[in-house]
Protein backbone atom coordinates (compact mmCIF):
# COMPACT_ATOMS: atom_id res chain seq x y z
CA UNK A 1 0.00 0.00 0.00
CA UNK A 2 1.11 3.62 0.10
CA UNK A 3 0.35 6.35 1.83
CA UNK A 4 -1.64 9.52 0.44
CA UNK A 5 -2.02 12.75 1.81
CA UNK A 6 -4.00 15.72 -0.07
CA UNK A 7 -4.04 19.56 -0.10
CA UNK A 8 -4.98 22.50 -1.30
CA UNK A 9 -8.45 22.77 -0.30
CA UNK A 10 -10.01 25.91 1.12
CA UNK A 11 -12.73 28.79 0.66
CA UNK A 12 -12.69 29.74 -2.83
CA UNK A 13 -15.70 32.01 -4.72
CA UNK A 14 -17.43 30.68 -7.63
CA UNK A 15 -15.38 31.03 -10.74
CA UNK A 16 -12.42 30.47 -9.30
CA UNK A 17 -9.78 28.18 -10.08
CA UNK A 18 -7.72 25.31 -7.52
CA UNK A 19 -4.93 23.31 -7.40
CA UNK A 20 -5.48 20.09 -5.27
CA UNK A 21 -2.46 17.79 -4.21
CA UNK A 22 -2.25 14.59 -3.18
CA UNK A 23 1.55 13.60 -1.87
CA UNK A 24 2.29 9.64 -1.95
CA UNK A 25 4.60 7.69 0.06
CA UNK A 26 5.78 4.44 -0.86
CA UNK A 27 5.19 2.49 -3.97
CA UNK A 28 6.84 1.51 -6.76
CA UNK A 29 4.18 3.68 -8.08
CA UNK A 30 4.11 2.13 -11.47
CA UNK A 31 1.51 -0.29 -11.51
CA UNK A 32 -0.89 2.13 -9.44
CA UNK A 33 -4.20 4.05 -10.75
CA UNK A 34 -4.49 7.36 -8.33
CA UNK A 35 -7.85 8.41 -8.29
CA UNK A 36 -9.75 11.75 -7.20
CA UNK A 37 -13.11 11.29 -5.42
CA UNK A 38 -15.57 14.14 -3.45
CA UNK A 39 -17.91 13.72 -0.99
CA UNK A 40 -20.29 16.58 -0.41
CA UNK A 41 -22.56 16.82 3.12
CA UNK A 42 -24.70 14.43 2.83
CA UNK A 43 -24.23 12.56 -0.32
CA UNK A 44 -22.33 9.86 -1.31
CA UNK A 45 -18.37 9.64 -2.16
CA UNK A 46 -18.35 9.77 -6.24
CA UNK A 47 -15.41 9.75 -8.29
CA UNK A 48 -13.96 12.53 -9.99
CA UNK A 49 -11.53 11.20 -12.20
CA UNK A 50 -8.27 8.68 -12.19
CA UNK A 51 -4.79 8.07 -13.60
CA UNK A 52 -2.41 5.80 -14.40
CA UNK A 53 0.56 6.34 -13.35
CA UNK A 54 2.90 4.26 -15.60
CA UNK A 55 1.57 6.48 -18.71
CA UNK A 56 -0.27 9.45 -17.17
CA UNK A 57 -3.79 8.45 -19.27
CA UNK A 58 -6.72 9.93 -17.48
CA UNK A 59 -10.32 9.73 -17.25
CA UNK A 60 -12.76 12.83 -16.05
CA UNK A 61 -16.50 11.90 -14.73
CA UNK A 62 -18.49 13.21 -17.31
CA UNK A 63 -20.27 15.30 -14.37
CA UNK A 64 -16.88 17.45 -14.09
CA UNK A 65 -15.79 17.08 -17.51
CA UNK A 66 -14.42 20.17 -19.09
CA UNK A 67 -13.61 22.10 -15.85
CA UNK A 68 -11.59 18.84 -13.58
CA UNK A 69 -8.04 18.26 -15.09
CA UNK A 70 -5.49 15.31 -13.09
CA UNK A 71 -2.19 15.35 -13.89
CA UNK A 72 0.84 14.20 -11.79
CA UNK A 73 4.73 15.01 -11.15
CA UNK A 74 6.57 11.53 -11.18
CA UNK A 75 9.97 13.17 -9.57
CA UNK A 76 8.00 14.58 -6.65
CA UNK A 77 5.21 11.72 -6.30
CA UNK A 78 2.36 14.41 -6.55
CA UNK A 79 -0.96 13.49 -8.40
CA UNK A 80 -2.78 17.05 -8.85
CA UNK A 81 -6.80 17.83 -9.29
CA UNK A 82 -7.04 21.66 -11.33
CA UNK A 83 -10.62 22.65 -10.90
CA UNK A 84 -11.52 25.40 -13.64
CA UNK A 85 -14.81 27.65 -12.88
CA UNK A 86 -15.52 26.44 -9.53
CA UNK A 87 -19.67 25.76 -8.47
CA UNK A 88 -21.07 26.17 -5.47
CA UNK A 89 -21.66 22.48 -6.40
CA UNK A 90 -18.34 21.64 -6.46
CA UNK A 91 -18.13 21.99 -2.05
CA UNK A 92 -16.95 18.45 -0.87
CA UNK A 93 -14.17 16.90 0.92
CA UNK A 94 -12.02 15.82 -2.03
CA UNK A 95 -9.68 12.63 -1.64
CA UNK A 96 -7.37 10.95 -3.02
CA UNK A 97 -7.08 7.27 -3.53
CA UNK A 98 -4.87 4.75 -4.72
CA UNK A 99 -4.74 0.69 -6.08
CA UNK A 100 -2.66 -1.55 -7.88
CA UNK A 101 -4.14 -1.48 -11.54
CA UNK A 102 -6.69 -4.06 -12.21
CA UNK A 103 -9.47 -5.31 -14.54
CA UNK A 104 -12.37 -2.64 -13.15
CA UNK A 105 -12.84 0.51 -14.22
CA UNK A 106 -11.38 1.79 -11.40
CA UNK A 107 -14.15 4.39 -10.61
CA UNK A 108 -15.84 3.00 -7.77
CA UNK A 109 -15.15 3.38 -4.37
CA UNK A 110 -14.84 -0.27 -3.64
CA UNK A 111 -12.61 -0.67 -5.77
CA UNK A 112 -9.52 1.65 -4.27
CA UNK A 113 -7.06 0.29 -1.03
CA UNK A 114 -5.18 3.65 0.04
CA UNK A 115 -7.17 6.94 1.11
CA UNK A 116 -5.89 9.92 2.06
CA UNK A 117 -7.69 11.73 4.79
CA UNK A 118 -9.41 14.92 2.35
CA UNK A 119 -9.31 18.02 1.85
CA UNK A 120 -12.30 20.27 2.18
CA UNK A 121 -12.91 22.63 -0.62
CA UNK A 122 -16.25 25.18 -0.16
CA UNK A 123 -17.49 27.10 -2.68
CA UNK A 124 -18.91 30.27 -1.70
CA UNK A 125 -19.83 33.94 -2.76
Known amino acids: QVQLVESGGGLVQPGDSLRLSCTVSGGPLDRYVMGWFRQAPGKEREFVGNVKWSNLISKIADSVKGRFAISRDSFKKIMYLRIFALKPEDTAVYYC??????????????????WGQGTQVTVSA
Open 97 to 114: AAVPSGSGSESEVDEYDS
